[in-house]
């Protein structure tokens, strides 16, 4: 069963930073590529970042470009999105999926809060 | 980026309902097109991708189909389980962008 577990989601002032985790079972993760979508309260999904199986291609939305940097690490089947210079727009559940297209399994989210 | 149009926002419906929910995207996606359910406080389940291929384990009432820039979800015989917040999304570019999503509530 294919299972991805975030963790890393806090209470952060403005301009401050935070890492995400993301740890994957179930299939074979050096094989696929991984994407972050993030859902701000009651709003709709946004695409935030992936990043290809070896880790050595990634690609951003323009607002977190330059801020956030998404990494893996296939020996311990997880994934990381580094996030600096955080600001209130960025204040969402932030979902790891697997895939770079069709984002066919989701983990259950980590609430990422921006507030002073 | 690619923009995605979703319709209605809103819509009501009754148990054994047909409804559809509509897709249009700025520019042709080729058939580069996901479906998601999502329940308050759950996550996204994906439905359809490629426009109308339906994902393992997911019921045949649910259809999708389309092309070029215009793409729909049509659910035939509505159950109470359906009632959730759909959206579509497309992958024909990066970056992958979303439809605001439709909220299917119980009439």
């Known amino acids: 069963e294919v299972q991805l577990v975030e963790s890393g989601g806090d209470l952060v002032q403005p301009g401050g930073s935070l890492r995400l985790s993301c740890e994957a079972s179930?299939?074979?993760?050096?094989?696929?590529?991984m994407t972050w979508v993030r859902q701000a309260p009651g709003k709709g999904l946004e695409w935030v970042a992936n990043i290809r199986e070896d880790g050595h291609e990634t690609s951003y939305l323009d607002s977190v470009e330059g801020r956030f940097t998404a990494s893996r690490d296939n020996d311990k089947n997880s994934l990381y999105l580094y996030m600096t210079r955080l600001t209130v727009e960025d204040t969402a559940v932030y979902y790891c999926?697997?895939?770079?297209?069709?984002?066919?399994?989701w983990g259950q989210g980590s609430l990422v809060a921006v507030s002073s | 980026d690619i923009q995605m149009t979703q319709s209605p926002p809103s819509l009501s419906a009754s148990v054994g309902d047909r409804v559809t929910i509509t897709c249009r995207a700025s520019?042709?996606?080729?058939?580069?097109l996901t479906w998601f359910q999502q329940k308050p406080g759950k996550v996204p389940k994906l439905l359809i991708f490629a426009s109308s291929k339906l994902e393992a384990g997911v019921p045949s009432r649910f259809r999708g189909s389309g092309s070029g820039t215009y793409y729909t979800l049509t659910i035939t015989g509505l159950q109470p389980e359906d009632f959730a917040t759909y959206y579509c999304?497309?992958?024909?570019?990066?970056?992958?962008?979303f439809g605001q999503g439709t909220r299917l509530e119980i009439k």
């Open positions: 520019e042709a996606i080729r058939n580069s």
């Open positions: 999304q497309q992958y024909s570019s990066i970056p992958i962008t």
């Open positions: 179930g299939f074979p993760f050096n094989t696929y590529w």
């Open positions: 999926t697997r895939g770079d297209r069709i984002l066919d399994h």
